[in-house]
């Protein structure tokens, strides 16, 4: 199968669309962002969605978590909707790389009332992640460059708490890591690596899940 059309094929289009008429909508502030972040910004096929925002709001709601880190905010659709369930006392961290996107991501976290609960960490990933300490998570979202998904993977694990939970974005990579004629990037190597690495870490219970680009969520044992 090509792989630009992939993704209309883990779920049926129509069905796609029937569940998303049959799932709650966004709110008013994320409704205003996703459609400013189309309308403005670059990359706007980067921001969650409605769709996949209403599962990671309630992964948040059911987890309930005290301390949320998410890697890769973009203009913080994804952490408004993973901090709906966060504990009142919680605290989030978010790590983006992009400077430009930090004004639009504090203009969300003052809308969705979270800002006081928020450290917004701009720069790498790679350098900020060894500089957070003395906290462990519940809850961690990574939604960043796939090429360090495997150091973001290995250096997060040891952060989250038992029963803490890990979702991972993109492991599907629009089917690049099924068919051997993607073999070679680099990207698509190091997230076949990491779906490998998930599947036999005894650390973690994990499910892959066929939503968008495939969500990986793991637990901590
Ligand atoms: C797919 S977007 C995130 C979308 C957002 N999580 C959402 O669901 O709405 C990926 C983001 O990761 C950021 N990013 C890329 N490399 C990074 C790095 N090394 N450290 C931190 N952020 C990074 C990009 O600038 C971009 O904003």
Redo the contacts with the bound molecule.
Sequence with gaps: MAENNFLDHITHPDAQQYAEEHTSPESDTLHRLDRWTHLKMP?PQ????HY??KL?EFVSRLKKPHHIL??????????V?LSKGLDPKGTIHC????EE?EDIIKETLQKAGIADRTTL?I????S?LPTIEGITFDLV?I???KK?YLNYYETIVPMLDSEGLLLI??VLWSGKVLYPQSAGDKETEVLKQLNDRVQTDPRVENILLTVRDGLMMCVKL
């Design positions: 990359y980067m921001l969650s969605g996949q925002g990671l998410e890697i890769g905010s973009y203009v913080g659709y994804s952490t909707c790590i983006e790389a992009n996107y960490h720069g790498d990933a790679t900020i979202f939604d960043a460059d360090n974005d993109n």
